[in-house]
Nanobody, 122 residues
Framework: VQLQASGGGLVQAGGSLRLSCAAS????????MGWFRQAPGTEREFVAA????????YYADSVKGRFTISRDNAKNTVSLQMNSLKPEDTAVYYC????????????????WGQGTLVTVSS
């Protein structure tokens, strides 16, 4: 089972990036999916989550209105559209799959990708 995140890079403040996460080895169409991030010297934090159906999404206050999570169960992928990026968004971003089908706490996420680095310059 593998989650492969991609799409990270260097962008100026105010710019946009789209992260993608492709799952292989099994389908996650019945699992809630999420994005998390970890900046240097900090703990991993929640960014966004989406239920198995894609009908319900949930965001950290720091990204609400700027980031959008979506999923394509037919392709076994989940994406994170990031707009109006700020230097404080700089971090390694991880996609993860929850053992629950709905929005859940970080402890419920049992499958993790390797992370993709997002750097936002001021």
């Amino acid at each position: 089972v593998q989650l492969q995140a991609s799409g990270g890079g260097l962008v100026q403040a105010g710019g946009s990036l789209r992260l993608s996460c492709a799952a292989s080895g099994r389908t996650f169409s019945n699992n809630g999916m999420g994005w998390f991030r970890q900046a240097p010297g900090t703990e991993r934090e929640f960014v966004a989550a989406i239920t198995w159906s894609g009908h319900i999404t949930y965001y950290a206050d720091s990204v609400k209105g700027r980031f959008t999570i979506s999923r394509d169960n037919a392709k076994n992928t989940v994406s994170l559209q990031m707009n109006s990026l700020k230097p404080e968004d700089t971090a390694v971003y991880y996609c993860a799959a929850s053992r629950a089908s709905t929005i859940s706490s970080m402890t419920e996420y049992v499958y993790w990708g390797q992370g993709t680095l997002v750097t936002v310059s001021s």
